[in-house]
């Protein structure tokens, strides 16, 4: 009996083991909550930055700007201002209370360059991309 609990153990070590570096080779770190490094192929080569964002609208893309406040809504609703005064900005991006929890500690990009991948929609005559994973922000280079 002691010996099947040894092998169950050693096996479940194994199993978790193999997991950890598997996903550290796939650029997965369970610690990591946004990419530091640039995402590999498929996505946009190049990011514009946030006050040409609208020659992307309409299309997948990725834009770039130092995020000077991350705002929650009273809704639960995460905004990334790129300007002072938001009304004003040329370019918006939020992250839906639903999603929220897909991401880390989002108020640690405060004053980060950051670049932000996805699809460029027009909302209330602004672009903007809505941020439904983690994996589509990364700190700028």
Known sequence: MNRKR??????VLLVFCMGVLVGRR???????????RAPSGGDAPGCV???DAASLAGKTGCVSGRVLKVFTSKGGNTFFDFC????DCPFTSVIFS???SKFGDIESLAGRQIEIRGSVTVYQGKPEIIMRDA?????AP
């Open 6 to 11: 040894i092998l169950v153990a050693g096996i």
């Open 26 to 36: 796939s650029g997965r770190s369970p610690s990591a909550s946004f990419n530091s």
């Open 49 to 51: 930055d946030f006050h």
């Open 84 to 87: 002072e005064d938001y009304h």
């Open 98 to 100: 639903s999603d929220k």
């Open 135 to 139: 994996a589509q922000i990364r700190a």
